[in-house]
């Protein structure tokens, strides 16, 4: 069962958050030297990057990757990898280290080894995965009715090319393995949609019908919440 953080505005979820992930990092980096976070695209994590851009890290010593990407050009409008230069890599911030999942590969399936093999060379487990959810229960790149959905929850591997049954764009995508493979989960859920399908995902069922169960009905990674109205 996660930790739930309760607010009725979005805007004080995502400084929260914010605060909760840079005390996180900082431990990291007093324990480690090192403080690792994986980061969701989409519209949510963007309150929340813009707020962790601000804190005082050490930021040289932190690393930061994405759970998903799309397969588009980096400065596309759809990229994670865009959105994250542009919110968090930015000031003091921008000497992070970004271990991106695009690669020059013509198509996901093809730049899959080059990510698989960037991935492994990041030191796990990672500090932080930060997990959005879409309305049907998808996170990161694991969709209900995706065809690569059972090896994304299966295989060994960190990183799995995936094309979405309906959204846009073919895409790179943590595993459930290497979403697993990290010592805190932080997921967003806003708005009353989200929230019913977070509702009916604690509830239990199969996690192909709502893959986000897939980190919220386990008991080896601690899971926090936040959640708005
Ligand atoms: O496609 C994606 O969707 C989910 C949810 O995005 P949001 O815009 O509803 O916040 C996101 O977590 C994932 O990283 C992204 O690629």
Known sequence: MPTEHLFIDAALAASDMARRIAVVLGDAIETRGVATIALSGGRSPRPVLEALSQAELDWEKVIVTLVDERWVAPDHADSNERLIRETLLQGKAAKARFVGMKNDAADAYAGQAECEAAFSRLP???????????????????FPQGDELADGLSTSALTLAATPPAAPHQRMSMT??????????????????????????L?????????IRLALNQNAVSVEAWISE
Do not use: N
Request: without cysteine; negative net charge.
């Open 203 to 211: 509830a239990g069922g199969p996690v192909e019908e709502l893959p």
């Open 124 to 142: 796990w487990p990672l500090d932080i995965v930060l997990l959005g959810m879409g309305e049907d229960g998808h996170t990161a790149s694991l």
């Open 176 to 201: 459930a393995k290497a979403i697993l493979s990290s010592r805190h989960i932080f997921l967003q859920i806003g708005g009353p949609a989200k929230k019913s399908v977070y509702d009916r995902a």
